[in-house]
């Protein structure tokens, strides 16, 4: 009782309060008195995703269209990470039974060994379904073209590479797969955003709470160079537009020529190419050479510059000028389309949005054949998209001719249109395109197709398009 007494006398109480008002005025004025309080610095990126090169392609296997020089990168040093746009899933399977979803879930496993093999492990897929045609609008719709960006976009901030390696995104004759072009298309875009923090922000946003569930807090990234190999069969096309490299000299660490690695690393791929690896496994070093030679691995490896930040020549080493140092974000310089005449005709589809493409990413330079070249299936349908503009202040009738080839024949899509005022019109002009005959070399010429447009026996414009006929080909 006395203790309780003592504890709430006045005397106690009075000590009491007045110990606590001076922790508290001290607490308050700490910060005043030069305590400040020490902001803490923004957790730094994890360095072990930071990459030099990302390699951005389609498909398990299309890696191979650049392993010689990824071998030749990590050779110097250089750090790689890769994304895949597919799974492959599509397509024959060599080595077992598995088809569609469950091949798909076997390739990626033999892209990650064939990539594992160079010492590569950063790998992603984006998750596209694998599209068979040559027309790049086709894959980028199948994909999903937004989140196939929005996580392309999220692999830059997060490898922060210096340079980006991708297909060409153009449509030429030869194997022209939609899916290579969209790579090169989604790659391109990426390299374009990814520095800009008002594009896909809640990937940049730092947390607000002690365990942040939706904001990424990645920092924005520019790449400072883009680099694409083409998927045409004549290459020589893109000769002197890009850095060139010899696949044959000798890797430093493991002694061998590059296209040597290239070839171990593509063993993984059984699913797709089982019978002619284990026509390999058959030779020895000296025959193997030999037939590695006249399938191809042994040439050079070439790319084309698509752009540079940093200066540079378009034929220098893929890491000229490129400083350790990040550099601030580039908007593309865009080249707006020059004024078109009231009246006209124009190739729709994949060809008018490469020419807007190149225009909004800086890439009118970007070399492409004109006219406009593609390669089908004999045999089959082709079709050629066409924009019929009217900007005039009344309807006016056009009339579309198609000059063919001898022994091509025209299906539909000729004839008389009325276009009304300011409209803009779709036609779509259809070709059956003849068989090739057994004697038929498997080379073809390119033949031309014009299909011209007149009003008022005026020429308003002509859509052209060169054409080699195939015994196989990719869809249209
Ligand atoms: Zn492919």
């Known amino acids: 009782m006395l203790i309780l007494q003592a504890l709430f006398s006045k005397d106690f109480r009075d000590q009491f309060l007045k110990a606590l008002a001076t922790l508290v005025l001290t607490m308050l004025l700490a910060p005043l008195h030069g305590g400040a309080q020490e902001a803490k610095p923004l957790p730094v990126p994890d360095e072990r995703y930071k990459a030099d090169i990302l390699l951005v392609v389609a498909h398990p296997d299309d890696e191979g269209a650049a392993t010689p020089y990824l071998a030749r990168a990590l050779d110097e040093g250089k750090r790689v990470a890769v994304a895949f746009g597919t799974h492959g899933s599509s397509g024959a399977n060599e080595a077992s039974s598995e088809q569609a979803a469950a091949l798909g879930a076997i390739r990626e496993i033999e892209a990650r060994r064939a990539l594992a093999t160079l010492g590569i492990t950063n790998v992603w897929f984006l998750g596209g379904k694998d599209t068979a045609s040559q027309d790049v609008l086709q894959?980028?719709?199948?994909?999903?073209?937004?989140?196939?960006?929005?996580?392309?976009?999220?692999?830059?901030?997060?490898?922060?590479?210096?340079?980006?390696?991708?297909?060409?995104?153009?449509?030429f004759v030869g194997e022209d797969h939609g899916d290579h072009q969209a790579t090169?298309?989604?790659?391109?875009?990426?390299?374009d955003t990814a520095g800009d923090p008002s594009v896909f922000p809640e990937q940049l946003a730092g947390p607000m709470r002690r365990l942040e569930p939706f904001l990424e807090n990645l920092r924005s990234w520019q790449p400072k160079k883009v680099f694409y190999f083409p998927d045409a069969t004549n290459d020589g096309m893109f000769r002197g537009k890009g850095p060139e490299y010899s696949v044959k000299d000798i890797a430093k660490s493991a002694r061998q020529p590059y296209w040597r690695l290239a070839l171990e690393s593509f063993r993984a791929h059984q699913t797709q190419a089982k019978s002619y690896l284990d026509s390999l496994r058959k030779l020895n070093e000296a025959e193997l050479e030999k037939k590695a030679v006249a399938d191809g691995w042994g040439d050079a490896q070439r790319f084309v510059l698509g752009k540079s930040l940093v200066g540079g020549s378009a034929t220098g080493d893929v890491f000229e000028h490129i400083k350790p140092e990040a550099i601030p974000f580039v908007r593309p310089t865009i080249s707006p389309k020059p004024e078109p005449p009231e009246l006209y005709v124009e190739l729709a589809g994949p060809w008018s949005f490469y020419d807007d493409f190149r225009r909004a990413h800086g890439l009118t330079h970007l070399w492409h054949p004109e006219p406009p070249e593609i390669a089908l299936q004999a045999g089959t349908t082709l079709v050629i998209p066409l924009w019929l503009r009217n900007e005039t202040r009344g309807p006016k009738e056009v009339t579309l001719i198609a000059d063919l080839p001898a022994g091509w024949k025209l299906q539909s899509g000729a004839g008389k249109f009325v276009v009304a005022a300011k409209q803009v019109a779709a036609a779509r002009v259809e070709i059956e395109l003849p068989?090739?005959?057994?004697?038929?070399?498997?080379?073809?010429e390119l033949r031309e197709i014009t299909v011209r447009a007149e009003s008022n026996g005026q020429s308003i414009g002509a859509a052209k398009l060169r054409v080699e006929l195939r015994k196989r080909a990719l869809p249209q």
């Open 435 to 444: 068989q090739l005959n057994d004697t038929a070399h498997e080379k073809q």
């Open 139 to 171: 894959s980028l719709a199948n994909w999903g073209h937004g989140a196939a960006l929005e996580q392309l976009v999220r692999l830059v901030r997060l490898t922060r590479p210096e340079v980006i390696l991708t297909f060409l995104p153009g449509t």
């Open 184 to 191: 090169g298309v989604l790659a391109t875009e990426a390299f």
